[in-house]
Every structure is written in C-alpha cells, then in structure tokens.
C-alpha cells in the first residue's frame, strides 16, 4: 500500500512536471527529479540546485522529490505519457530497457571532456548500451562486512584488511568460530537476493550471464558463481553460523541485533554507516571489513547512482551543463559525503574527507578500484528475470527448501526462457 501512495505521488509530480519549457521571459525551466532520500543527501542536492540558479538566471533548475520505490515503473509510466523529467535520478541497473526504448538522450557528445575524463571508464561500462552513453555514473558503494570489533578482537580471530582480506572458506570458518550459545557469526538480510549474491560472486569468478557471438545473453551458474550461494546455504544450514530469522530481512531489520550483541558481523552496502552512526548505542564499537575475495580478488559488481537525460526535454544542453555543475570534484565530494557513498570521479575520490579511518572510510575508497559492472547490467529483460525467477529460487535456496541442483535448473532452464523473450 505504501509503495502504491508512493508511486501515485511520484506520478502526479511527474505530470506536473514534463520536460521543461521556455517562459515568455526567455528562461527556461529544467526539472530535475531526484531519488535522494536520506536527510544530508535531499539537503546537499537542494543546496547545489539553489547555487546553480543563484549563478544561472537564465537556466532554473526545479527540484522535485521522488522515491526509489517502484522507480522503474513509474517512469515508465512518466515516459510514455511524455511527462518526464529532463534530468532523471536512477541507477545504472535500471537503464537498459529505458536507453533501448528510446527514452533517455544519448549523452555521448553532450558532455564536456573534464568529466568524461574524470570518471573512469569501468563506471562508464554501466551506463553505456550498444554504441551510446545514456547516464553519468556518480555515485556507488560496495558491500563491506560491519563487524563488532569488542567481539572480533576477543575471540582472537585475524582482522582482514583490504591488502590480506579473508577467502569464503576462510570466512566460513571464522564465522564458525564465532558462533554458539544462541549467537552467530554472520547475519545475512537476503530480502533481496539477487544483487547481493551476484556482485559478491564477482570475487569468486562468477559471471552467470554470458554473452554469445550473436549478442544474445543465456545463464549458466558455473562453478565460480556458486562459491557465495554456497557458502551462504552452508552457514545458514550446515554450520548454524548465520542467522536463519534474518535471510528474509532487510539491512536495517539487522541492526538491533547487531547492536545487541547478538551477531558478530552483518554485510550491508557501504552506505549503511550513516545508520549505524545514528543508531549504535553509546559505547558501542564497530568497524568496516572487506568482503571477503576469492579467485577474482576484491571485485565486486556494482550498480552506481546515474544521472541522465529524458530524449524527450528540449534542452538538451542545458540540462548536461547542470549535471556538468552537479558533478565537479567538489560538489561530487559533497554527494557522496550526503549519502555515505563512493563517488566515481577520480579527483572527488581522492579528497582527504574520503580517506580517512574515521568510520571506514579510508576502507571504502581502497574497495574502489575493485568496482566492476555489476553482471546484469547490460542485460535486456533482467528486472523480470530478477523478480519472476532469480529472487524466488535464491530465497528458496537459502532456507533449506531447495538444493543446488533446483536453483541452477530454474536460474539456467526458467531464467533463459524469460530473457529469450527480450531478444528475438
């Protein structure tokens, strides 16, 4: 009900709101539709949105606030009723059917040569589908294990550090270690399955999707993709270290048992730290961990933050002079300070705020340069693939209720039936 009354605001605003104009003054007006959402995050984009107009009379830029709920439908919706907004908020992972349909700008020559260069070209990986660029990568944060380190340091345990992290089997077995009398090593929130398991399977190897000499894409779950779902089910069956009330759980479901003493480590995305800044008891310690690397080392897959531009807006070139403007190193730093994330530009990346130990992140910023595409990203048909088959058959497989052999039969044999249908 909620995500409905969410996406019936988002809608009205969004009708509210179609590509910009010119008033009869001359100024042209530019909707920018934000998905911002925690408190330092809405308030540094309204601050740069008040500093671009207070410096560019004749371009306004006209925030408006939306919500990742229910996002992509909703601006489907907004798309094909002609009521987008110029400049669109999203996530690279959520690209691919809108830049094929047609509904976002090809941004190749709209963009100045400083942020082309800034941002590296792994980042641009993520917006770009067939021979166009249809959004600029700003922001993105890997997965990091938060762990209790009063707990860590008693048991005695090795620290893993960015330079020696822990292998899965490693990690397995430290999770082991430091579980018993009704607590446990790990806690894994698998509400959400899919991305968790498909980015952290980039260590280990995994690709699951893979792209023919046709340009088609089948799955295949190889040896390498099941070394994360594997060592998860063994946790959460075999070994008992992981928690088997919390594989249904959100991130933030985790923390008051975090804080409670009742798990030692949670893997959360990196931005996750602002939560636990405002919500761990006094006293209480924690650190930033790496997750752990196995054959493909610290890669992980990862869907960053994208701004692009609706196909649809009249301006075009203004609207890429604001994202120029959102985008210098300085305002990126302050972004990503906002949300607690990662930004992608080389220069921001490098700025003493976001190096320090002081909450992990010196941590985060050494994890960067192991950000890769996350595997699903150019893939047609994915959102559905996700919800119909992936996402039930990883739940399934994480509670006991299948095996191995089941969720590759439905990864494999139902997942490609579903992404046939985007490729013929």
Known sequence: ????????????????????????????????????????????????????????????????QG?????????????????????????????????????????????????????PQRSWETTTFG???????????????????????????????????????????????????????????LKEPVSATLNLSLSAGGRLFHRGADGKVTVRFEAADQVVPRTIHAQAGTDRSASPTTLGSGGSDTLPG??????????LGFSYRQQIVQQAPKGFSWQVLPAPAGA????????????????????????????????????????ALGDWMLPTGSRALNDPALRTPEHGWATGTALAAHLRPAPAQAVRGYPEWKDK???PALQEYYSGAIGIRELRKRLEEDGNLVLARYQR
């Not at 509210?16 to 909707?31: A, K, Q, V, Y």
Request: hydrophobic share 40%; aromatic share 10%.
């Open 258 to 267: 975090f804080f409670g003493g009742r798990y030692a480590m949670v893997p």
């Open 131 to 189: 021979d166009g660029i249809y959004g600029v990568p700003f922001l993105q944060e890997p997965r990091v294990l938060i762990a209790n380190t009063t707990w860590l340091k008693r048991s005695g345990v090795r620290i893993p550090t960015t330079k020696k992290p822990w292998s899965w089997a490693e990690f397995r077995r430290i999770t082991e270690r430091l579980s018993g009398r009704g607590k446990y090593g790990i806690a894994w929130p």
């Open 389 to 391: 088959v992936a996402t």
């Open 1 to 64: 009900m909620r995500a409905r009354l969410l996406g019936l605001v988002l809608l009205l605003l969004l009708a509210g709101c179609s590509s910009g104009g010119t008033r009869d003054d001359g100024r042209i007006t530019l909707r920018f539709l934000s998905l911002a959402w925690q408190g330092e995050s809405v308030e540094a984009n309204k601050e740069l949105v008040e500093e671009w107009n207070a410096t560019h009379p004749g371009v306004r830029v006209e925030y408006v």
């Open 296 to 335: 493909g080392g610290l890669t992980q897959g990862v869907s960053p933050q994208t701004l692009s531009i609706a196909e649809d807006s009249p301006h075009k070139k203004e609207a890429a002079a604001f994202i120029d403007f959102l985008l210098r190193p300085r305002n990126m730093v302050r972004l």
């Open 67 to 119: 919500s990742w709920d229910s996002v992509h439908d909703q601006l489907l919706t907004a798309f094909e009723g002609g009521e987008a907004p110029d400049i669109i908020h999203d996530a690279s992972d959520d690209l691919a059917d809108f830049a094929y349909g047609g509904y976002l700008a090809d941004l190749t020559g709209l963009l100045p040569d400083r942020l082309k260069s800034d941002i």
